[in-house]
């Protein structure tokens, strides 16, 4: 009997020894778990804010194409204004020559 007792007393020990590793073992998942939906969180938000950025670089380049373009239109409204000014200066020579 004594044998038996001994027998019964260790696979109790290691019964109880498994539950308290189970018990570890499933606070630990938790915290894990608890872990991946924060970092899914966060790559989420980061996703967000990359998309945002990218809408704004696009924005700026579109702002920036738009602006060298009405820099050029100010710049040949210039040499326009300057040619008539040239052709005035000439239709007005050819006047004081007649």
């Known amino acids: 009997m004594a044998q038996e007792e001994k027998v019964l007393t260790t696979f109790q020990t290691r019964v109880r ?5 189970f018990q570890e073992l499933k606070k630990e ?13 966060r790559i989420k938000k980061l996703e967000e804010k990359l998309t945002q950025k990218e809408r704004d670089y696009q924005s ?8 060298i373009t009405d820099g050029d239109l100010e710049g040949a409204k210039e040499r326009v204004a300057k040619l008539i000014r ?6 007005d ?3 004081d020559d007649k």
Request: hydrophobic share 45%; glycine share 2%.
């Open 86 to 91: 040239d052709v005035n200066k000439c239709i």
């Open 60 to 67: 700026l380049k579109m702002a920036r194409m738009m602006e």
């Open 29 to 41: 998942n938790a915290g894990l778990c608890a872990k991946v939906e924060e970092n899914e969180k």
């Open 17 to 21: 020894q498994l539950i308290l590793r």
């Open 93 to 95: 020579v050819l006047k």
